[in-house]
């Protein structure tokens, strides 16, 4: 069989008349209605002077039509470069840049202002909902089959940014086999078969929404509802037809909010994973105590996928990340690479399959992270216990998870750096019962400056993207630090703990 991750996908598939995504108030996709789709896509691609290896940039919200590009890029030996909805034009001009991709799909209302932000490269474009758009309007008439490009196990199949701690974002890059190693690890490990729906209301430019879900669901020839956001009325509209979900802690502390939520509405789902940030002990039981369902935690990053899981047969234990996924080694070390005993707490470091094949540009950093025996080092502190669960116990490099989204905090102090009147700032993660962690600054002014919270978020309101606005701006009149003058953020997420309480 090809190494092709779309060509491994048709061959999970011996129905192409089953569905593969039902949007809510449209017609259901079947599985040979998308592998047409995508083939009339991957020709306007490839029409357009697209070869093997080439890159495509989409920036667009959620629909069949974002999803089935990835399908025609995968279908055409082209990487696949996926950007957050919320990258405002300037944040994007440096992707552009560093991945020269040789095709942007845009959403069409953001065109005019992503053209005149980014280096020149070629546009196509999409509806809000996929319907429209020269996307569409090329794709129609072109023929419905297309040759799978013949690509090896390293090539690259998608880029995806990762923010760095300096503000460099950073370009993981991963290859077909990456991807087909990881979704069937987790179809072995979850259970998944061709009879599962699953419920998907995550984003899809997010390893958790477009490689987690979509992969396991293809690779399984299962169906989704493909809900294009999280909103708790259309979940509980779409949970009857489900059987299982996966998402984010946020998804499941608003859904306990909701009195709808109860052992009756959940009573025929499989299973409900949560992931891409932690989750918190108090969820984890009132999730229990509310539905009779017991969440299945898993660990994972950009450059590696999942790493881990709880088990689906077996205990899940709250705040552990359970064992090692089919083909993944774990350890935890020391600061040299060497693995520490179990009960104590280092450094975890993954090898296997589903690790990326590097940085993109990056080869210094991409050495830097790699020990000599393949191990990739995650930033993540964690430790094995007695019953042989992993648990994390602290990221390095100051990483902030907010809504399942990670943030740096370098890249926010660098633009608070530049505002008039700012001395100095520092970002922290604190706890927040909506979004995991609020984003939150810190601020020493100048003398005689007369700085304003609402200056502050307002100032950065068109440079950041959403999610790595800082919910509070506080202002200090100094930083806590150590002896070595280092501050001690700490310190700082200790003191205001409770400030979103």
Same mark, same amino acid.
């Given at each position: 069989?090809?190494?092709?991750?779309?060509?491994?996908?048709?061959?999970?598939?011996?129905?192409?008349?089953?569905?593969?995504?039902?949007?809510?108030?449209?017609?259901?996709?079947?599985?040979?209605?998308?592998?047409?789709?995508?083939?009339?896509?991957?020709?306007?691609?490839?029409?357009?002077?697209?070869?093997?290896?080439?890159?495509?940039?989409?920036?667009?919200?959620?629909?069949?039509?974002?999803?089935?590009?990835?399908?025609?890029?995968?279908?055409?030996?082209?990487?696949?470069?996926?950007?957050?909805?919320?990258?405002?034009?300037?944040?994007?001009?440096?992707?552009?840049?560093?991945?020269?991709?040789?095709?942007?799909?845009?959403?069409?209302?953001?065109?005019?202002?992503?053209?005149?932000?980014?280096?020149?490269?070629?546009?196509?474009?999409?509806?809000?909902?996929?319907?429209?758009?020269?996307?569409?309007?090329?794709?129609?008439?072109?023929?419905?089959?297309?040759?799978?490009?013949?690509?090896?196990?390293?090539?690259?199949?998608?880029?995806?940014?990762?923010?760095?701690?300096?503000?460099?974002?950073?370009?993981?890059?991963?290859?077909?086999?990456?991807?087909?190693?990881?979704?069937?690890?987790?179809?072995?490990?979850?259970?998944?078969?061709?009879? !599962?729906?699953?419920?998907? @209301? /995550? $984003?899809?430019?997010? =390893?958790?929404?477009?490689? +987690?879900?979509?992969?396991?669901?293809?690779?399984?020839?299962?169906?989704?509802?493909?809900?294009?956001?999280?909103?708790?009325?259309?979940?509980?509209?779409?949970?009857?037809?489900?059987?299982?979900?996966?998402?984010?802690?946020?998804?499941?502390?608003?859904?306990?909010?909701?009195?709808?939520?109860?052992?009756?509405?959940?009573?025929?789902?499989?299973?409900?994973?949560?992931?891409?940030?932690?989750?918190?002990?108090?969820?984890?039981?009132?999730?229990?105590?509310?539905?009779?369902?017991?969440?299945?935690?898993?660990?994972?990053?950009?450059?590696?996928?999942?790493?881990?899981?709880?088990?689906?047969?077996?205990?899940?234990?709250?705040?552990?990340?359970?064992?090692?996924?089919?083909?993944?080694?774990?350890?935890?070390? !020391?600061?040299?690479?060497? @693995? /520490? $005993?179990?009960?104590? =707490?280092?450094?975890?470091? +993954?090898?296997?399959?589903?690790?990326?094949?590097?940085?993109?540009?990056?080869?210094?950093?991409?050495?830097?992270?790699?020990?000599?025996?393949?191990?990739?080092?995650?930033?993540?502190?964690?430790?094995?216990?007695?019953?042989?669960?992993?648990?994390?116990?602290?990221?390095?490099?100051?990483?902030?998870?907010?809504?399942?989204?990670?943030?740096?905090?370098?890249?926010?102090?660098?633009?608070?750096?530049?505002?008039?009147?700012?001395?100095?700032?520092?970002?922290?993660?604190?706890?927040?019962?909506?979004?995991?962690?609020?984003?939150?600054?810190?601020?020493?002014?100048?003398?005689?400056?007369?700085?304003?919270?609402?200056?502050?978020?307002?100032?950065?309101?068109?440079?950041?993207?959403?999610?790595?606005?800082?919910?509070?701006?506080?202002?200090?009149?100094?930083?806590?630090?150590?002896?070595?003058?280092?501050?001690?953020?700490?310190?700082?997420?200790?003191?205001?703990?409770?400030?979103?309480?």
């Amino acid at each position: 069989m090809s190494d092709n991750l779309f060509t491994r996908f048709v061959a999970a598939v011996p129905d192409p008349g089953k569905t593969f995504l039902r949007p809510p108030g449209a017609p259901a996709i079947s599985y040979g209605e998308a592998f047409e789709r995508a083939a009339q896509f991957a020709h306007v691609l490839t029409r357009r002077g697209l070869a093997h290896g080439d890159r495509v940039a989409v920036q667009t919200e959620k629909s069949p039509a974002a999803l089935i590009l990835y399908l025609a890029c995968l279908r055409a030996g082209l990487v696949y470069l996926p950007l957050n909805t919320g990258y405002t034009p300037s944040e994007l001009a440096y992707f552009v840049q560093d991945a020269t991709p040789k095709l942007f799909v845009a959403a069409e209302k953001n065109l005019q202002a992503i053209a005149g932000a980014v280096p020149p490269v070629e546009f196509l474009t999409l509806s809000d909902d996929g319907q429209s758009g020269s996307l569409i309007d090329e794709a129609e008439g072109a023929p419905r089959d297309f040759p799978d490009s013949a690509v090896g196990m390293n090539d690259l199949a998608s880029i995806l940014y990762t923010s760095g701690t300096t503000g460099r974002s950073k370009g993981a890059m991963l290859s077909h086999g990456n991807l087909h190693s990881n979704a069937a690890s987790l179809k072995e490990a979850w259970g998944f078969s061709s009879d !599962d729906v699953l419920l998907h @209301a /995550l $984003p899809i430019f997010h =390893i958790h929404g477009l490689f +987690v879900a979509t992969n396991v669901t293809m690779l399984s020839g299962a169906s989704m509802l493909f809900l294009p956001k999280f909103e708790p009325d259309a979940v509980f509209a779409a949970l009857p037809e489900a059987t299982a979900m996966m998402g984010v802690p946020t998804f499941y502390t608003r859904l306990l909010k909701d009195p709808r939520l109860s052992p009756q509405t959940t009573g025929h789902m499989r299973v409900f994973i949560s992931g891409s940030a932690p989750l918190l002990p108090e969820t984890f039981r009132d999730w229990q105590a509310r539905t009779h369902h017991t969440l299945l935690e898993r660990y994972g990053m950009t450059e590696t996928n999942m790493n881990s899981s709880n088990p689906y047969k077996g205990d899940r234990i709250a705040g552990s990340v359970g064992f090692a996924l089919p083909g993944v080694e774990i350890r935890i070390a !020391d600061g040299e690479g060497r @693995a /520490l $005993p179990q009960g104590e =707490i280092g450094m975890i470091e +993954v090898r296997g399959p589903n690790v990326f094949q590097g940085y993109w540009n990056m080869p210094e950093k991409t050495a830097a992270e790699f020990r000599q025996d393949g191990f990739f080092i995650t930033g993540d502190m964690g430790m094995v216990g007695p019953d042989g669960y992993l648990r994390i116990v602290g990221r390095g490099k100051d990483l902030i998870i907010t809504g399942g989204l990670n943030v740096y905090p370098r890249e926010i102090e660098a633009l608070l750096d530049d505002v008039p009147g700012v001395e100095e700032s520092a970002v922290v993660g604190l706890p927040h019962e909506d979004f995991g962690e609020g984003v939150t600054a810190f601020i020493i002014a100048r003398d005689g400056a007369a700085l304003t919270e609402e200056q502050i978020q307002q100032t950065l309101r068109d440079r950041l993207a959403r999610f790595k606005q800082p919910k509070r701006v506080l202002f200090l009149k100094a930083l806590p630090r150590n002896t070595m003058g280092k501050v001690q953020k700490a310190a700082l997420r200790a003191e205001y703990k409770d400030l979103y309480s």
